[in-house]
T-cell receptor, first 114, second 117 residues
C-alpha cells in the first residue's frame, strides 16, 4: 500500500516548456487535490477533483490544467512554464463520507523554472 | 473566505520540554474542522491532530494536544516531552464543514520547530 505517489520528485524546466506532473493513489479515494507550496506560505490549492469525472478550480489555477484520468490518477499540466511556477507541488487524496475528511499527501515534486 | 494565521515563523524547544505553537483563524462559519500537519525535511505532510469545532473537548494524541478556543478563534498545538524527531515545519489548517464537494484545506504559513538536544 503505497498511499499517494508522485512523479517526478524533481524537475527543472526552461521558461515556455511544458510538462505533466503525475499523481496516483491506491486507497480507493474519491477526491484528489493539487497544491503548491511556496517559501513562507502554506499550501495553496490549485485544482481539485471531488470525484472521478469532475474537476474544479482552487485558489491559484492560472497557468495549470488537470486531468482526472481515472479514480486512481490525477495529473497536473503546465502548458508554458513560467518562473513564477517554481514551487513544490503536492498531490493529496481523501475519501468522501468521512466527516473530517483527512487528506493524505504525496511526497511532493520540486519544480524549478529557469 | 477563511484565513489562517501562524504568527511564529520559528520556534525552538529543548529536548524533553514542552512547546506551544499558535494558530488563529478567521471565519464566519460555526461548524468547521481544524488540523495540525507536520512536515519534516522529507517534505511528507503528516496529520498530527484534528479538532471538530462542535466538540468542546480538546483533542489529544499521545504527546500532542490542542487548546481550542472557539470564541477567540484560536487553535494552539502543545507538544509535551519534545523529541528530536518532532523537529519539522508545522502547519495549521482549516476546513469548512459546509464546503460541499470541495473539502479543500486552507493552510497557515507554518512554524519551523527546532528541537535542541
Amino acid at each position: 500500500n503505497a498511499g499517494v505517489t508522485q512523479t517526478p520528485k524533481f524537475q527543472v524546466l526552461k521558461t515556455g516548456q511544458s510538462m505533466t506532473l503525475q499523481c496516483a493513489q491506491d486507497m480507493n479515494h474519491n477526491s484528489m487535490y493539487w497544491y503548491r507550496q511556496d517559501p513562507g506560505m502554506g499550501l495553496r490549492l490549485i485544482y481539485y477533483s471531488a470525484s472521478e469525472g469532475t474537476t474544479d478550480k482552487g485558489e491559484v489555477p492560472n497557468g495549470y490544467n488537470v486531468s482526472r484520468l481515472n479514480k486512481r490518477e490525477f495529473s497536473l499540466r503546465l502548458e508554458s512554464a513560467a518562473p513564477s511556477q517554481t514551487s513544490v507541488y503536492f498531490c493529496a487524496s481523501s475519501e468522501l463520507g468521512l466527516s473530517y475528511n483527512e487528506q493524505f499527501f504525496g511526497p511532493g515534486t520540486r519544480l524549478t523554472v529557469l | 473566505a477563511q484565513t489562517v494565521t501562524q504568527s511564529q515563523p520559528e520556534m525552538s524547544v529543548q529536548e524533553a520540554e514542552t512547546v506551544t505553537l499558535s494558530c488563529t483563524y478567521d471565519t464566519s462559519e460555526s461548524d468547521y474542522y481544524l488540523f495540525w500537519y507536520k512536515q519534516p525535511p522529507s517534505r511528507q505532510m503528516i496529520l498530527v491532530i484534528r479538532q471538530e469545532a462542535y466538540k468542546q473537548q480538546n483533542a489529544t494524541e499521545n504527546r500532542f494536544s490542542v487548546n481550542f478556543q472557539k470564541a477567540a478563534k484560536s487553535f494552539s498545538l502543545k507538544i509535551s516531552d519534545s523529541q528530536l524527531g518532532d523537529a519539522a515545519m508545522y502547519f495549521c489548517a482549516y476546513r469548512s464543514f459546509y464546503s460541499g464537494s470541495a473539502r479543500q484545506l486552507t493552510f497557515g504559513s507554518g512554524t519551523q520547530l527546532t528541537v535542541l538536544p
